[in-house]
């Protein structure tokens, strides 16, 4: 074969390997090209808030969690996670405190939500927070305000030295599944003493002598820190010291006329009020004189009145009257510088009244004597 033929044939056998190498290539193109494209997977939702996992190991000593009894191996409830329970006194002085928390959280078993998650203090529920159909829920500290409020108490007051009361917790959640979760602890407050404001002292400003009368004295505000001391000093009296609340009462008495002073101190552990207030004791006026009256005659049946009075006007009262009349009960009455009683007799005859009249300091007795007479028929004459 000549040498061109050869490479004529050579030529062709390459164009023809070739041709079939680019029918594999489209072919292959065309198959991957008439398939259905893989889905596009679905991008994942972003959480708003991703909290915090709380494994078992790292829940509080006072926490629970219920598991389904007949799936012990079903997901639970998460642990509640409460961190840094804490009291605090912003405004020292007013006993006022405050419990919270840098934040509440729990997360439902899976396919369940949370209900419910509650705060109970002392025994006392003073928070709920609602779920919405919500696998976890999660509560920011801020969104407590300033906290829950609670009375401080004084240094000492709770089982540590030096601190506060001290207040028992418990923050319960619960989901759809049935299934619950709960942490116990307590905080400790710090101290705080509440100083006294105001102090009153109250009582007669006159009296009389060898009657009893009373004086209070009264401390403020109502939030002031008890135990409240009173101190009382009265004249002619010892000194008199009471341990009490926030109000205190004392009687004294005097035998002698003049003015007399009553000085209370009041104080608490941080404060200290003196109050005084002089009383005039008065002394007793004896009755000078005393006076009935009333009729002198009268008819059986009729109603008559008979009254007494004393003097002088500034005679100590009260007085009393003791009236004994003919036919009648004795009668007392204790009134001002007069009385009036009134009686009646259906006999004829004398009667008499007697009233006797006291003070604290005297006594006089005065009668009175009333003719019954009986009523006179008239005929008239009649000429023969």
């Known amino acids: 074969m000549s040498r061109f033929w050869r490479i004529s044939l050579l030529g062709l056998v390459s164009l023809l390997g070739l041709a079939f190498a680019w029918g594999a290539v489209r072919a292959a193109g065309y198959a991957r090209s008439s398939a259905p494209p893989p889905p596009t997977p679905a991008p994942s939702p972003t959480a708003l808030f991703n909290p915090p996992e709380v494994s078992p190991a790292d829940a509080a000593p006072g926490s629970e969690r219920q598991r389904d009894p007949t799936h012990p191996d079903a997901p639970a409830i998460s642990f509640i ?205 004896p009755l000078a004189d005393a006076i009935l009256t009333g009729p002198t005659s009268g008819k059986p049946y009729l109603a008559y009145a008979f009254t007494a009075s004393v003097t002088p006007l500034t005679a100590t009262l009260p007085v009393t ?8 009960p004795t009668i007392t009455q204790t009134v001002g510088l007069s009385d009036t009683q009134t009686f009646s007799w259906a006999t004829n005859g004398s009667k008499v009244v007697t009233v006797t009249v006291s003070n604290l300091v005297s006594s006089l007795v ?11 028929i008239y005929f008239p004459l009649q000429e023969k």
């Open 81 to 285: 996670d409460s961190p840094d329970a804490t009291c605090y006194l912003p405004r020292p002085g007013t006993n006022d405190c405050y419990i919270t928390w840098r934040y509440l959280n729990v997360a439902a078993a899976a396919s369940q939500y949370i209900i419910s998650m509650t705060v109970n203090i002392s025994n006392q529920n003073r928070a709920y927070f609602s779920g919405f159909f919500q696998n976890s829920m999660y509560i920011p500290g801020d969104m407590l305000g300033k906290g829950f409020r609670v009375a401080c108490g004084t240094p000492g007051s709770g089982s540590l030295p030096g601190y506060g009361r001290q207040y028992p917790y418990t923050i319960r959640a619960r989901e759809t599944g049935g299934l619950s979760a709960a942490n116990y602890g307590s905080v400790t407050c710090p101290g705080d003493y509440v100083s006294l404001v105001d102090a009153a002292l109250t009582g007669p400003a006159s009296g009389s002598p060898n009657l009893d009368y009373d004086f209070t004295a009264s401390a403020f505000p109502v939030t002031a820190t008890l135990p409240v001391t009173y101190v009382w000093q009265a004249s002619g009296y010892p000194t008199i010291t009471q341990t009490a609340g926030l109000s205190n009462t004392q009687s004294f008495n005097w035998t002698l006329s003049g003015t007399q002073e009553v000085t209370v101190t009041v104080s608490n552990p941080v404060s200290s009020l003196v109050r005084s207030l002089n009383v005039i004791i008065v002394p007793y006026v």
């Open 321 to 328: 009257y003791v009236w004994q009349a003919s036919g009648y």
């Open 366 to 376: 005065r009668k009175l004597e009333i003719l019954i007479e009986p009523y006179r």
